[in-house]
């Protein structure tokens, strides 16, 4: 049998890292962090967090420590240019899913998180750590560090580090997992509600997705009242770099920009225009394809090492923090296998659980992507009517499919 883990090691300290160990710790299972950022680093956008990712949240006594940090909402209003109302969808529902959905700056989501596993005594965090290399032995893993922490070994590695993840490297060991460019990057910024010209005077319901010929414009809220707004679009261009990246946003992206949205309507046209160039962001949306593989001997992923997605249906962390319910709902049923020696079987059940539930998400994220696209008028009017007839016709089915997602009812089962 192979050595029992005196504790978990755990490979970012993102959203999904953290909350999977805060998850572990629930079940009295220590664990250590290890992640390259700074503890107080700030990055990345908003995000949308719906009812399944809510419920997890929740679960873990996470929630109520960051519904009034964001801005709770239910419906989101998708709208063409000249303000056809194509549909409503729910993002969440008190009443039906019991959460609506909150849409937070992804780096106050991640400061609770740390907090919460500060507090944990089971946790351990080491930053400023670069995975430079994994080695498996039959019995150990172990992670080399590019700092003065030349390694660390244990029995279990849990890869929770994002979308470049050394751990998928080295499960896979294939340039085939490799995260592949999805052709879209999203631009965008923030300003204030007071600021945003609307064309009857008073303000629209928000948020709100506008649609045309040239592609789509949303307007979210994020902070709790709703005064600062956040806006982006989505345009269809090379890959770049990340310093190419940043020369284009800074100096081609503003004037890009307002030429190509100046006939489109109030309030898009007032936002753009009155945007303050150095403000934008730039993000590249890339996805790691459909692997078969999450799991080695000693080692497995989640969250987007595993499956990253687009976030065009507003799924991606709601799927990590599934696979962290998910993982951990196993362990709880199989706990002396998993700390016994017998973890790779706990990571085949995960993966066997999950992979359904993964590729239902991915399609459904690629059919709201394709809505987005820049076209032609006849394609446009037809994609339109296809959008209005599938948000008030078959839109309630498939939300139930997501957000009425239970991780706990999922058989923990591990066949002899």
Avoid at 29 to 43: G, V
Avoid at 143 to 148: M, Y
Avoid at 186 to 211: C, E, Y
Wanted: aromatic letters at 10%; a negative charge.
């Amino acid at each position: 049998m192979a050595q029992r883990p005196s504790h978990i090691m755990i490979a970012g300290a993102g959203l999904g890292g953290t909350l999977t160990a805060l998850a572990l710790a629930r079940l009295q299972i220590p664990s250590t962090l290890y992640e390259l950022r700074p503890k107080d680093e700030e990055s990345g956008g908003a995000i949308a967090l719906a009812p399944n990712a809510a419920r997890v949240l929740d679960r873990l006594n996470v929630y109520e420590r960051i519904k009034d940090k964001g801005f709770l909402f239910e419906e989101i209003y998708f709208t063409d240019v000249e303000g056809f109302l194509i549909g409503s969808p729910k993002l969440g529902s008190f009443e039906r899913y019991g959460y609506g959905a909150l849409r937070i700056r992804r780096h106050l989501l991640r400061e609770v998180l740390l907090e919460m596993c500060l507090e944990e005594p089971l946790i351990d965090l080491q930053f400023g750590h670069k995975i430079t290399s994994i080695m498996e032995t039959p019995s150990t893993i172990t992670l080399h560090f590019s700092d003065n922490l030349a390694s660390a070994t244990g029995t279990i590695l849990i890869g929770a580090d994002g979308l470049h993840s050394r751990v998928r490297e080295h499960i896979y060991g294939s340039k085939e997992s490799e995260p592949k460019y999805s052709g879209t990057t999203t631009i965008g910024a923030v300003t204030q509600a007071s600021d945003i010209h609307w064309p009857s005077g008073t303000p629209l319901p928000l948020p709100a997705l506008t649609f045309g010929q040239k592609g789509m414009f949303g307007l979210m809220p994020q902070n709790p009242n709703g005064t600062t707004i956040g806006w982006f679009i989505e345009l269809t261009m090379p890959e770049l770099n990340r310093d190419e990246l940043e020369e284009w946003r800074s100096t081609k992206a503003p004037g890009l920009i307002r030429e190509k949205y100046k006939d489109w309507p109030e309030p898009v046209n007032s936002v753009i225009q009155n945007s303050d160039d150095n403000s934008l962001s730039a993000w590249v949306q890339y996805s790691v394809p459909n692997i078969t593989k999450w799991h080695s001997p000693h080692s497995v992923i989640l969250g987007d090492a595993a499956h990253a997605i687009p976030p065009t249906a507003g799924q991606g962390a709601a799927m990590a923090f599934e696979d962290v319910a998910t993982l951990s709902h196993i362990i709880k049923h199989n706990r002396d296998l998993f700390l016994g020696g017998g973890h790779e079987r706990v990571f085949e059940r995960f993966h066997e659980l999950r992979k359904p539930r993964i590729e239902h998400v991915r399609y459904l994220t690629e059919v709201s992507s394709k809505s987005r696209n820049e076209s032609g008028w006849l394609m446009w009017q037809i994609r339109k009517y296809g959008m209005w007839a599938y948000l008030n016709l078959w839109a309630g089915r498939n939300h139930d499919d997501i957000y009425k997602y239970e991780c706990e009812v999922l058989d923990p089962k591990i066949q002899s």
